[in-house]
């Protein structure tokens, strides 16, 4: 499961994997910028013979967006066997036309060296909403 939420102050959060870590906002200011629930991915196995360990996508129809004249989007996610993460975010108006996102496919995320974080985001502690039952490479958290 993986849920999505808005942010309050989007501004603060440009480039902030670039910024140097005095410059990032504090772990109390992250809390505090998380706004109402967007929507909720379900992640289910991939089977058999497929690049991917786990898949999902926003329900059907999407979720509401009014984001550059969408009135809808919707997303898919799959977390790949080489630790990948691909997203394919893209916002539609009431005619069905792709009004925002990328066309071609989706975004790949790759993970990133455990040097790199520099353990910025570890004072956070974000509850479970449900026991944590599988883990891939302490990277990712999923729950099912």
């Known amino acids: 499961m993986l849920s999505s939420y808005a942010i309050r102050d989007v501004e603060e959060y440009k480039n902030l994997c670039d910024r140097p870590r005095d410059q990032c906002p504090l772990p109390e200011e992250v809390i505090g910028d998380i706004a109402e629930h967007l929507t909720t991915i379900y992640l289910k196995p991939c089977g058999r013979g497929k690049h991917c360990l786990y898949e999902g996508s926003t329900p059907p129809g999407g979720f509401p967006n009014s984001w550059n004249g969408a009135t809808y989007c919707t997303s898919e996610l799959s977390i790949l066997k080489n630790n990948e993460i691909h997203t394919w975010d893209r916002g ?48 990712f958290v999923l729950q099912e």
Do not use: H
């Open 92 to 139: 539609y108006d009431d005619d069905g036309n792709q009004v925002w996102g990328v066309k071609e496919g989706p975004y790949e995320f790759k993970s990133a060296p455990a040097s790199c974080f520099n353990g910025m985001f570890s004072p956070l502690n974000f509850p479970p909403s449900q026991p944590m039952e599988k883990r891939i490479e302490g990277s």
